[in-house]
């Protein structure tokens, strides 16, 4: 059964920074991109983030490139985002996601990935 769990949302004030993990299960993490998205209300989900599996290289959205990080540790079966320097527009819940591609292309379209997680809320505060 395949799982992919968030955590580490959470309130924070502008400026401020938070980390996120993903934990997966029940497919071969090693072997697939890894992507974090968001949804805030009213509004699509957009792409955040990516890592490749094979070299952990990455891809960001231009509005958080230079704020965000995402990574990995295969051994965990764990990615995670730093994020840094949030502001009010960061404020959505977190998704990440899974797709079995080989890149080295990092998707950005929701519609690509294969699994998902519930979500985690950010909240960022003025």
């Known amino acids: 059964q395949v799982q992919l769990v968030e955590s580490g949302g959470g309130l924070v004030q502008a400026g401020g920074s938070l980390r996120l993990s993903c934990r997966a299960s029940?497919?071969?993490?090693?072997?697939?991109?890894m992507g974090w998205f968001r949804q805030s209300p009213g509004k699509a989900r957009e792409f955040v983030a990516a890592?490749?599996?094979?070299?952990?290289?990455?891809k960001y959205a231009d509005s958080v490139k230079t704020r965000f990080t995402i990574s990995r540790d295969n051994a965990k079966n764990t990615v995670s985002l730093q994020m840094n320097s949030l502001n009010l527009d960061d404020t959505a819940v977190y998704y990440c996601?899974?797709?079995?591609?080989?890149?080295?292309?990092?998707?950005?379209?929701?519609?690509?990935?294969?699994?998902w997680g519930q979500g985690t809320q950010v909240t960022v505060s003025s």
């Open positions: 890592i490749n599996w094979r070299d952990d290289s990455a």
């Open positions: 996601a899974a797709v079995d591609l080989l890149g080295p292309v990092l998707p950005t379209f929701a519609d690509t990935y294969d699994y």
């Open positions: 029940g497919f071969d993490f090693s072997e697939y991109i």
